[in-house]
């Protein structure tokens, strides 16, 4: 079976520039997550799909984030303009509806300079 | 809220020692607990998960039990290998967030031969 995909692995991109994440989840998964990871920190949820739907956004900055998944199949995720701060691994994970194992992605590694 | 307390880190011992790494909750309702484990590089990777009082969950000769009156998920394992050396992660899911994860901030361990 395959995992979740991410792309692109890896990424180094200028203050106030903008960048995009795609995430394609485990076939059948009709919730997918989006986490961030700073450094030395655990995983935090920025947004949760059901379907198409959001279920749960409240801890995404809305200035600068903004996420899709227009088919209820993958999504994207895009920063702009990106800050300094924004530097982390970003996480797609999926479940099923209603299951508690929650797959991750291997990420997408981001450095703004 | 929801929360998760994990022993801080850097962990290292030496091949084949005793491995216990400390895991402390709060949450509202009745969470399902988990330990994530990510290898250097890689996404995190579900090591078990226990999703009531006293269940005990076990992988690749880790385990942890579930204890609701200490509120605690402690990871330990008998007898650690090189090849072990990751951050662990402890994390909660609640059953009234659908599936979100709350994470601890992660422990590294290395083990050296």
């Known amino acids: 079976e395959a995992g979740v995909a991410q792309s692109p692995r890896y990424k180094i991109i200028e203050k106030r520039q903008s960048v995009a994440f795609w995430c394609n989840p485990i076939?059948?998964?009709?919730?997918l997550y989006w986490y961030q990871q700073i450094l030395g920190q655990g995983p935090k949820l920025l947004i949760q799909f059901q379907n198409n739907g959001v279920v749960d956004d409240s801890q995404l900055p809305k200035d600068r984030f903004s996420a899709e998944r227009l088919k209820g199949v993958d999504s994207t995720l895009k920063i702009q303009p990106a800050k300094l701060e924004d530097s982390a691994v970003y996480l797609c994970?999926?479940?099923?509806?209603?299951?508690?194992?929650?797959?991750f992605g291997e990420g997408s590694w981001l450095t703004v300079v | 809220g929801n929360s998760v307390t994990q022993m801080e880190g850097p962990v290292t011992l030496s091949e084949e020692a005793f491995l216990t790494i400390n895991c402390t909750y709060t949450a509202t309702g009745y969470p399902s607990l988990f330990w994530y484990v990510q290898y250097p590089g890689e996404g995190l990777q579900l090591l078990l998960k226990?999703?009531?009082?006293?269940d005990k969950g076990s992988n690749k000769g880790f385990e942890a039990t579930y204890r609701k009156e200490t509120t605690s998920f402690h990871l330990e394992k008998g007898s650690v290998q090189v090849s072990d050396s990751a951050v662990y992660f402890c994390a909660l899911s609640s059953g009234s967030t659908l599936g979100r994860l709350y994470f601890g901030r992660g422990t590294q361990l290395t083990v050296w031969p």
């Open positions: 226990a999703t009531k009082a006293d």
């Open positions: 994970a999926s479940s099923l509806t209603g299951g508690n194992t929650i797959y």
């Open positions: 076939s059948g998964h009709a919730t």
